[in-house]
DNA sequence: CGCTACGCTGTAAGCGTTTCCACCCTGTAC
DNA sequence: GTACAGGGTGGAAACGCTTACAGCGTAGCG
């Protein structure tokens, strides 16, 4: 473990180095610096001046004990590797920016377990938590409920947890993903799960699970919602021998038709493939993938809006679900005769 | 904006509330907080359960005032959406943990100058701050270099610059991959550039330059390392009737790859292309990119040995080059007849 | 010319923790 | 029974900063 050595004092450079310096007092300093009140424009001047040659930078504890804010905010997620959650995070930053909160992100990927500890720690040193698909458990969701700290969660929903919340609505588009398969004469699917921690993969299985009015008849095979889970999940999901792969996301879905190929399936000549998310990706790969564009900008932009509520203590009524579109690409066809 | 309130004295639990609540001290309360010294076994208990009652969290800027330091990595990157930079971040991120570092991630894709802006701003903050793939101008890392606080440039290598540096060899792959280029006959091609202020994109393009003497005829296309940015491209490209096209790294590839086959050119049969970084998902496309597999492990692993030993400050030999190895799949072929 | 008023600067009081130091109390040894 | 040692606890200072408040000087007006 790295030595947790006090910064000598000595070399710190602080208000009052700055304030000495200059011949000033440290209010003086710190008007300068905040830019707000009123200093005479050459005191600022020559403040300014021996600040930037002593490369003054203030302390941001300092400045958070005093302001009671460091004007963070936190956001976990399961993982970065998956361009959806990136592409939220990105559209949530630029609401964030605007509103002078810097974003920090952490990221749990490989175990579940951390998210709650991960959440909890950073709670400390955040104004605001977002948490995006997250897999803590209920209980644990509840003792977030009962900090002082807001906490939103998104791309899940859970009754009975004091949260706001937003999330993209999963079970109706990937009802008509099926819709669109059985059409195709598809009866008999797998579904390539994401992990059982995760809510919008209950969901996404629920609405397969209905598929049966449809006619169709689904199996799960478990794998984590990542390329290699996709490939290396393939042989065991061949074994029911479905007409049709239903992939828990876009990752995922790769992974399933690069070990497909593998073996000489063709997409989706001999088998048809789905994603869900719509990640940039989707639509470049070869077979264009069928999917779902789950809309990632009006997550963000109302992610935003509901954490900014949360933040001035304004009561916010959850809004319904974000409805998501299949959209049909060449990775589903007709099952082979 | 949104409302910047000081946090009413009255709702925030404290140690005093604490302390008040137990009946002891805050000293006491301090202590069993830390769990370090000595404090009776059944007083600790007490203090125990009054602090989980009242769900107390010692506030992170009141301890980091006191400790000088907050125990945060700050990690500034160019584009979270590449999956590569993600790889070496989580393995930065196993030794920072393993050595009781938080590590705060922040991207300023979109906008070049706000990097440095970043930099400093996290800089308050963190007790130490790594760079992947900077595109700060010189100056900028030199402010950077004045600072107390370590700084870490991982992918870029700045002469001048008293910053300790950890960066994977980018000529000699990209040299071997023209080599492989010229051995399958290609004598024109066409560099799809990443960003011009990216270190790594101008080591590349040195090497193809250097090509030459392979009797290779390069010309360069300007675009952004992004899927869409490639796509974008490939129109311009082709008016140089190339026989190749050497991207700047994998996501560019898959966005030329796509366009290509939308215009009814096959890869490689009529055309090549290359990668660079071996993300995951170049050995699952279709082709199966040839690229360069940059060591995400190793590189990880460097940096965090780097700043760790910046922050016990020790001096360190900046380690040579990281090398890395071309990897030839099916994106590349002869050239057509 | 004197008084008022206003604008700029400095003093000092916290913000919530940690930790040094002093203190008290108990138990032990003489 | 008294003195001493030592462990456990509390008091208080310090970390670097912001800001209310006070104080000073100057300018304008009567």
Redesign the pocket.
Known sequence: MADQT??P?SR????????KAA?????????V??G?????P???ARVHKVAEELS????????G????SLRNMGVILPDLANAYFFDVVKQMHHGATADGYRMLVADYSGDAADELATALDLLGQVDGLVLLSSRIPTSGLKELARQATPVLLVNRVELGVDLPMVAVDNFTPMMELCGHLAKLGHRRIVYVKGSDLAWQNRERWRAIEMAKVLGIEATAVPSDGTIEGGYDVVEEALTHEPTALVCFNDLTALGVISKLRERGLRVPEDISVTGFDDIDMARHLAPRLTTVVSPKIDLGDQAWSLMRAALNNETTTSPPLISADVVIRESTGPVPS
Chains 1, 2 share one sequence.
């Open positions: 006090r910064v004092a710190r450079v602080t208000i009052n180095t700055v304030a011949g000033v007092s440290i209010a003086t300093v710190s008007r610096m905040s707000s009140s009123s200093v005479t050459d005191l600022a003054y930078r203030p302390s941001t504890a300092a400045r004990l005093v302001l009671g």
